[in-house]
């Protein structure tokens, strides 16, 4: 515990100006980050008498070994840097909310040349326009199948579209009517961004309009005695009217508005936001975050609205924002989303009629929210401490192992040999930090000798990092929380290694597990005691009878089939297997369809697809002069001439015949591009150790 006096600033040496500031702690990792009007007051505030803060800051202040700030122009700037900041360090003691679920959104694209019509969740794209979220997403497709007679926008993927091309024949929504087919040249690509502009619009709340005018069509048909142009108009408006009929009017101005509401208590807070779009209520979404810091219902709102609107612009931002309390800095929180949307946004709290109601309504959403999580997390968080209590006991350890590591190893008779390392901690994996090997040292299959050089390797670097920082985390000391994402290699200069950001394989865990025997087992002991680490502890999870084997005991660990903590090792050594099996079988696969511009040295994926774009197809390549190959961009010739060597080595002896009719079966290989990265689950085969995929 640091004493906050032996690192507060000198009297006069903190300005009196808005800015924002970081505590960070004697790692240098950052802890926590603030803004403020005038930084002299706000600091000084945090070196008082520890009795008079409160606990949560008393607990940030004594953590904390040193504290630094960044002076800024306006209040507007240290509310924008802050967020940047809380978003890039990820400070343990800040406020983060947390999506208690990924919420689908009706998405169309607007960056591709004929725009779709999808479902999609996770972080938003540039040049898409999004509606929602939503509850459900049958919701979204219940909507998108009535609006789709009227707006017959293309639904289909990019294979089905460019299959459809191929071959001239639109896929059945085309023959229904239930896409303008811009596949098969039905029409132009600008008649089909029309009409995906107008799905947009009318999505966007401009129903009034659209339905006008084609009541207008509809009678002008009917007095033209065109009837079944006019029954088709009028089955159009119906289809749109049951649209609209989904999302209940809440206010008939037309308003658009989100609506925040909390429920909070000593330690959590859940917050519910209501989408309110042309009158009607067209998403809902709900997070929930731990209380870590001081900050009272104000301060959980400006929260809010730098996590829902800080990646946001133009017209995702609503014209007004109803809100249960206003933030302190109302005036510099009203400037940042008005800069955000392009104009006048209104922020306040309302008062009555029928938005007053609407807020009870999301006030009561919150608090069943807060309810709901707090029973799920009781459950979860009583059922996880009674198993790492159990594993404590059962192995001996001096604590419950709060980072658990587990190392499995996976291959196909001897090829492929590959390994895995998955982090659980508090009981729950953390993909973030989950790590992939190859083996490197030897060939063939040997499981002993894999886990011994995958233990050392993961060692080493935790060594390597300590040594870059000067000191480590020791596992005694390291708190969960207080883990981020991974930062990336461990830093070459000691600036870097100054950042706060987090390290790969920086921190410690208190348990190895290896999924194997006394064999594994052993083998990861002995890369242990051979980089002098002795306050780790290892055991190994048998498949055949779950039994427990730890290192130089002859007999096995045996847990209780019910016991909590046997069933959390069974989930961490499987999902260790599914996540070796996984990598091994990419790695497989992209051999098996790796073609010859696989093997020319300095070949990267980039300048492979632009010569297969150039050229069409390996043979077309093979026959080309250096001259032709150097006229790709990016291709000197140089490699051009590497190229035509690695391809004339690579060329068949002789055509293939077919014996039943005697044809010569023409050579077209590798007309589609050789296979990417997305094709074959993101493999790279030029890194040692590879990170987890991120999840969409």
């Known amino acids: 515990m640091a004493d906050p006096s032996s690192y507060r600033p000198r009297p ?39 009795a008079n803060l409160h606990p949560r800051t008393r607990t940030m202040v004594t953590t904390a070994a040193s504290v630094e700030w960044t002076v800024v122009s306006t209040e507007v700037e240290a509310l924008q840097l802050e967020y940047s900041w809380i978003k890039e360090f990820d400070p343990r003691f800040n406020v983060k909310y947390r999506d208690d679920k990924s919420y689908p959104s009706l998405a169309v694209t607007m960056n591709e040349e004929f725009p779709r019509v999808q479902v999609m969740r996770g972080p938003k794209k540039k040049g898409v326009r999004y509606f929602g979220p939503y509850g459900h997403a049958w919701a979204i497709r219940e909507t998108v199948d009535l ?14 579209f460019k299959r459809s091309a191929q071959i001239g024949r639109p896929c059945l929504l085309g023959y229904i009517g239930k896409c303008a087919a811009p596949c098969v040249g039905r029409v132009t690509p600008e008649e089909h961004r029309e009409l995906a502009e107008d799905f947009c619009d009318f999505m966007a709340g401009r129903t009034g309009t659209y339905l006008k005018r084609i009541e207008q069509q509809m009678m002008i048909a009917a007095e033209d005695m065109e009837y079944e142009k006019a029954a088709r108009l009028r089955d159009d408006i119906e289809a749109l009217k049951r649209a609209l009929e989904k999302n209940a009017i809440v206010f008939t101005d037309a308003t658009d508005a989100d609506l925040i509401a909390l429920a909070e208590d000593e330690l959590e807070a859940a917050v519910q936001i209501f989408h309110v779009r042309g009158g009607r209520v067209r998403g809902q979404r709900g997070w929930v975050t731990d209380k870590v810091e001081n900050v009272d219902t104000a301060g959980l709102v400006e929260h809010a609205l730098q996590q829902l609107y800080g990646e946001e612009k133009g017209d995702a931002v609503p014209k007004e924002v109803l809100v249960p309390a206003l933030p302190d800095d109302t005036a510099a929180v009203n400037q940042w989303l008005t800069d955000k949307r392009g104009a006048n946004v209104s922020l306040r709290i309302p008062q009555r009629g029928d938005k007053k109601d609407l807020m009870a309504t999301v006030q ?19 059922t996880r401490s009674r198993a790492l209590e159990e594993i404590a006991g059962a ?32 009981g729950l994996a953390r993909k973030s930090e989950y790590r992939r090997f190859e083996i490197k040292s030897f ?22 990092a300590k040594e870059k920082t000067g000191d480590g985390v020791s596992p005694d000391r390291a708190e969960p929380r207080d883990w981020g994402r991974v930062g990336g290699e461990v830093p070459e200069t000691e600036a870097e290694a100054d950042d706060g950001r987090p390290k790969r394989f920086a921190y410690p865990p208190q348990l ?41 005991d002859d007999d096995p660990v045996v847990l209780p089939r019910s016991s909590e903590g046997l069933y959390l090792l069974q989930r961490v050594r499987d999902e260790a297997h599914r996540f070796a099996i996984t990598y091994q079988r990419s790695k497989r696969a992209k051999r098996f369809r790796a073609g010859p511009l696989d093997e020319v040295a300095g070949l990267g994926e980039t300048r492979k697809q632009a010569l297969l774009k150039h050229f069409g197809s390996v043979k077309k390549l093979r026959s080309a002069t250096i001259d032709q190959i150097c006229e790709v961009p990016g291709i000197g010739r140089k490699t051009a001439e590497t190229v035509a060597a690695a391809l004339a080595a690579a060329a068949p002896a002789a055509p293939a015949v077919n014996t ?7 050579d077209d290989e590798d007309t589609a591009p050789a296979v990417t990265p997305s094709q074959n689950g993101g493999t790279t085969h030029d890194r040692t150790e590879h990170p987890a995929e991120p999840r969409t």
């Open 512 to 552: 190895v597990v290896v999924d194997g025997g006394q064999p594994q087992v052993a083998a990861a002991k002995r890369a242990l005691d051979e980089l002098d680490i002795d306050d780790v502890a290892v055991c190994g999870l048998a498949k055949r009878l779950e039994e427990v084997w730890l290192p130089d």
């Open 147 to 160: 609006m789709l007679r009227v707006f017959p926008v293309r639904t289909c993927s990019a294979g089905v």
């Open 12 to 50: 006069g040496q903190i300005p009196d100006s808005p800015g924002v500031y970081k505590f960070r702690d004697e790692h240098r990792r950052v802890i926590y980050v603030g803004k403020a009007k005038s930084l002299r007051p706000r600091l000084s505030s945090y070196f008082q008498d520890l």
């Open 443 to 464: 060939e063939g299959q040997d499981d002993v000798r894999s886990m011994h050089e995958v233990i050392t390797r993961r060692f080493k670097r935790y060594l390597a």
């Open 395 to 426: 192995l001996g350890l001096d604590g419950a192992p709060l980072r658990i590591e587990c190392f499995d190893i996976s291959h196909l008779q001897g090829d492929d040999v590959v390994a895995s390392m998955v982090v659980f901690e508090d």
């Open 364 to 382: 009561r959403n919150a608090q069943q929210a807060l309810v709901l999580h707090k029973t799920k997390r009781a459950s979860d968080l009583t």
């Open 660 to 666: 039943a009719t005697g044809e010569i079966i023409e």
